[in-house]
């Protein structure tokens, strides 16, 4: 039996209450797809599903390749990029660290800079999700796909085994054993009933 769905991607359903856990994995990382030379604004359309009143409204905070990115239509992504998003950060350094606004200029120094656009080719970012954007965002996150560490997945799903309803056509036993011998990125897409 395959694990891989015709997509692309192995679909794991788990109980409700599972998708509070997923916020780890969401913050401790995984990877999406993309194309390089795309902005960083249409990266979060395409790869993430968020619109523009999202974007604008919640994702106060995003750091590319550790600099903070203001401009997102004139940032670009490439193959191997390092992406962290995040909702409105608390106390003097959130403020700071925040898209557009009155304070930018105390972090100049470290904001991205190259806003050279580089030729379209497949791309894969290296994403982390923080705070309440991923509490907010990480059902639909989850529901559209992601690439997930095979040794992170299975020992953080083996964790949530009784959690688990089925997962690639299995039960959760089967599932877990069949993880046991893949390694790499796997593609998931997890829903909660």
Not at 38 to 49: K, M, N
Not at 54 to 71: C, G, H, Q
Not at 118 to 129: E, F, N, S
Request: negative net charge.
């Amino acid at each position: 039996m395959e694990l891989i769905s015709k997509d692309g991607c192995m679909d794991i359903s788990m109980v409700a209450e599972a998708a509070w856990g997923w916020n780890y994995i969401l913050q401790k990382g995984f990877a999406l797809n993309g194309v390089s030379g795309t902005s960083v604004r249409q990266f979060l359309h395409e790869a993430l599903g968020f619109d523009d009143g999202f974007i604008d409204s919640t994702v106060r905070t995003i750091f590319l390749n550790n600099s903070p990115v203001d401009d997102l239509d004139r940032t670009y992504i490439k193959d191997g990029d390092r992406m962290a998003l995040g909702s409105a950060m608390p106390g003097l350094v959130g403020i700071v660290m925040g898209r557009d606004n009155f304070y930018k200029s105390f972090r100049s120094g470290i904001e991205v800079k190259d806003h050279s656009r580089v030729d379209a080719a497949p791309a894969r970012l290296a994403m982390k999700v923080f705070s309440t954007l991923a509490v907010e965002s990480g059902r639909g996150l989850l529901a559209r796909g992601i690439l997930v560490d095979a040794d992170v997945l299975a020992g953080f799903l083996r964790e949530k085994k009784a959690q688990i309803i089925e997962a690639g056509g299995l039960d959760a036993g089967g599932f877990l054993a069949r993880l046991d011998g893949l390694d790499g990125d796997l593609p998931i897409r997890v829903t909660f009933v």
